[in-house]
């Protein structure tokens, strides 16, 4: 027993989970090209063709078709977002297991969870746009404000200052990061969500460990928005469809490896906080 506890690992091994996430998509790329083309391609699709009729005929945007158009189109994103989510949280754990995933099950558990999942995700993406506002904003006010004395570090300082002011909503959102795979060890009924069971299992299982996931999103969020901006210096020239659909995939794939990291994340935590094998956490979705 004692020889089991210290084989355990101490730290969160970020390594390890941004490893194990490229080799899930890897062994399941055709599973996940056809969860992002049925969760977030084809409803970007559908909601952008939607829009454009509206503009082709005239459409005012203060009409009751351009507002009903809104409001379908948050609801759904919220939704697709949610069972995208809990879709590839299904697929690796079922990868862990040594199982081929399929496209059923993963659509089945997705329905299963629904609406547990779009309103977590709900919570945690209101948290880090408004994170992302604060940011903003501080920057905002700090452009408008007169400079009488140029400082050679004024610039630098106040976004780190602004930086520093968004911290803890993003925070506050790593505490939650994995809270759509935990749904899963709860058992939500669809008519009864276990929201505030897995937010407060995300809770402790990410103590002690929030930092390393902060600066872990925080640097693949900035080398994906990174390549994604010199990606669209070579499709520009190609048109304006080119462009919205480079963009349209770039989201759906950066969804996609978002979902990944979070379930891998919640597997290896787990092995941190509770010392079980991938096969012991796998049976929750058993």
């Not at 084809?42 to 454009?52: D, I, M």
Request: with cysteine; hydrophobic share 50%; glycine share 6%.
């Amino acid at each position: 027993m004692a020889s089991d506890v210290q084989a355990r690992p101490e730290t969160l091994r970020i390594g390890q989970i941004l490893s194990e996430s490229f080799s899930i998509i890897g062994r399941n790329l055709p599973l996940c090209g056809l969860l992002v083309l049925i969760f977030s391609v084809f409803p970007t699709a559908v909601f952008s063709l939607w829009s454009w009729g509206l503009a082709e005929h005239g459409v005012p945007a203060a009409s009751n078709q351009a507002r009903t158009l809104e409001v379908v189109r948050a609801v759904g994103r919220i939704g697709f977002a949610g069972m995208l989510q809990i879709a590839v949280a299904f697929m690796v754990m079922e990868d862990t297991k040594g199982r081929q995933p399929t496209l059923q099950d993963c659509m089945g558990a997705a329905g299963r969870r629904a609406l547990s999942a779009a309103l977590v995700w709900l919570l945690a993406n209101a948290v880090l746009n408004f994170s992302a506002a604060t940011y903003w904003h501080a920057i905002g006010v700090y452009v408008r404000f007169p400079k009488h004395t140029p400082l050679p570090l004024a610039d630098g300082i106040m976004i780190a200052g602004a930086a520093v002011i968004s911290i803890p909503g993003i925070m506050l959102w790593v505490r939650w990061f994995v809270a759509v795979p935990a749904l899963e060890r709860e058992k939500p009924s669809i008519l009864k969500p276990s929201i505030l069971k897995s937010l407060r299992r995300s809770r402790d299982l990410t103590k002690g460990s929030r930092w390393s996931l902060a600066v872990f999103w925080l640097t693949m969020f900035g080398m994906s928005s990174l390549m994604i901006e010199i990606s669209r210096y070579w499709v520009r020239p190609l048109g304006v469809a080119s462009l919205v659909s480079f963009d349209m995939l770039t989201r759906a794939t950066d969804s996609l490896l978002t979902a990944v990291v979070m379930a891998t994340s919640y597997s290896e935590i787990l092995r941190v906080k509770e010392g079980g094998t991938l096969e012991d956490v796998s049976q929750i979705f058993s």
